[in-house]
């Protein structure tokens, strides 16, 4: 189907075409910019073009796809860079130089890699909707491929060897073919079979997360920070980090140069937990601030569904979106642009209901074809002036089971990461302590209480502190002071460009075990008459 512009306001572009649909996806203009329906009225359609729209002219064509916007899902996501819109950057710039040119379609798939395919099936089995027909080797993982949601029949023919990109692994009796790769539309949430309550921790390596505010399996968090407080150095330690299978990293709407020092460091790094390259289990998805705004608002889509890809064939993924303050952003841009009536802040009145969407889309399932696989979530928030209130925090913190507040006065401290000990919390704490106990020590909860309780009285310490001065409380008080600040200085605070940016459990678990041993002993050792300034010369000794 054909039709033209009528009229052009920024990204926003009037078309006149009968016969559209909500989200599809329209070529706009002679250079054939890739855009989305979002809005439709009697005689014309609202088309959100995703690339830049400069020399785009009314009356110049519109041509209609009739599918909605999707994603290639198959072998060779993995280690693959995509911009927003999943076109491969790194061919990209094989093809056309360092910067994207508009309109340029590449498939995300190499079409000319050759895989191995070995069927699971026979001819004959009976196949339904995302059950598994057979698997192919991507690095060190098997690559399941599923059937399509259009599939329910016989298998008449399997593939049973090298196959590439394109061709069928299967022949249903009725003809139809179950093709390698599928697509799927990025706003339909992949379909599952039940969701199971997440109980096995996210170990991120992260002292301050793993002891205190734990991550889950299939749950979520979010990171809320003002200016430089650390939201993306922690999102890239959970990255690199977390005891994951697959990571998908979005960049969305942050710093080029961060990504871009990003991907060269992850392209050295190991993964810690099976000592294989990290870039290997790691998708990145890219829509930088320097990148077109519109794409941005589809980006994360693009790789929450990547993501629930790999969840469907068994895996534990984990989403990290830098972040989501970008992202509303350009779904508020967009809407003033619709000239829709604007809600809180002038985001659109929809902000929630879209923020809790695509939070949903996380959780621990057990897949159709019966496996058991798992979608987290590590979201930050940038909340202008580091305002708490704004809606857009407001709308994650509805919906997220981890809150980790990054406090700017400790970044101004440089204590990093900037986690507030007393404003976050992990809604998994709970559940999660009998996996610490049983797999990593008894000790863990007692350890835990007894590091809480020792910032606690910190905490109130310090307000004595304030009014009558360090000289005027005892000796115990001051050993209380002096054990906090080791656990603030050297537990607490972990620097991302050490060997310590890493820390297992057990290591975790004796770091704090020491400071709480260390406190124990030297009040015993005050009770008994010694004094406080020779106790600690001889532990600095
Ligand atoms: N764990 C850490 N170890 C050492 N330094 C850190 C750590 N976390 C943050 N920093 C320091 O803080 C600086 C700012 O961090 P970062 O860029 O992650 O902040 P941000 O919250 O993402 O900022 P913005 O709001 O601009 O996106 C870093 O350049 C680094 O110097
Ligand atoms: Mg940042």
Known sequence: MNGNITGISGPTVSVALKGLRLFERVYVGNAMLTGEVVKLEKERAVVQVYEDTHGLAPDEPVLATGTPLAVSLGPGLLSGIFDGLQRPLERLRQDAGPFIISAKEVYALDRSRQWRFHPLKNKGDALSPGEIIGHVSEGRFSHFITCGSDINGKLSWVADGEINTESPVGILSDGKEISLCQEWPVRVPRPYLRKIAPGQPLVTGQRAIDFLFPFSKGGTAILPGGFGTGKTILEQSVAKFADVDIVVYVGCGERGNEMAEMIEEFK?????????????????????????????????????????????????????????????????????????????????????????????????????????????????????????????????????????????????????????????????????????????????????????????????????????????????DRLLLHAAEMIRSTFLCQNAYTDDAFSPLEKTLSAVKKILDFYKSAEERLKQGAVLSEILTNTKA
Request: hydrophobic share 35%.
């Open 268 to 476: 050295t790094l190991k993964d810690p937990w099976t000592g294989s390259s990290l870039m290997e289990r790691t998708v990145l998805v890219i829509n930088t601030s320097n990148m077109p705004v519109a794409a941005r608002e589809a980006s994360i889509y693009t790789a929450v569904t990547i993501a629930e890809y790999y969840r469907d064939m068994g895996y534990h993924v984990l989403l990290l979106a830098d972040s989501i303050s970008r992202w509303a952003e350009a779904l508020r841009e967009i809407s003033s642009s619709l000239e829709e009536m604007p809600g809180e802040e002038g985001y659109p009145t929809y902000l929630a209901s879209r923020i809790s969407g695509f939070i949903e889309r996380a959780g621990v399932v057990e897949t159709l074809s019966g496996k058991t696989g798992s979608l987290s979530m590590v979201l930050s928030v940038s909340p202008p002036g580091g305002d708490f209130t704004e809606p857009v925090t407001q709308s994650c913190l509805r919906n997220t089971g981890t809150f980790l507040m990054l406090d700017t006065s400790l970044a101004h401290r440089r204590h990093y990461p900037a986690i507030n000990w007393f404003q976050s919390y992990s809604l998994y704490a709970g559940e999660l302590l009998t996996y610490y106990k049983d797999k990593v020590s008894p000790e863990w909860e007692d350890v835990q209480k007894g590091c809480r309780d020792m910032l606690q009285k910190e905490e109130a310490l310090r307000e004595v502190v304030e009014i009558i001065g360090i000289e005027g409380i005892q000796d115990q």
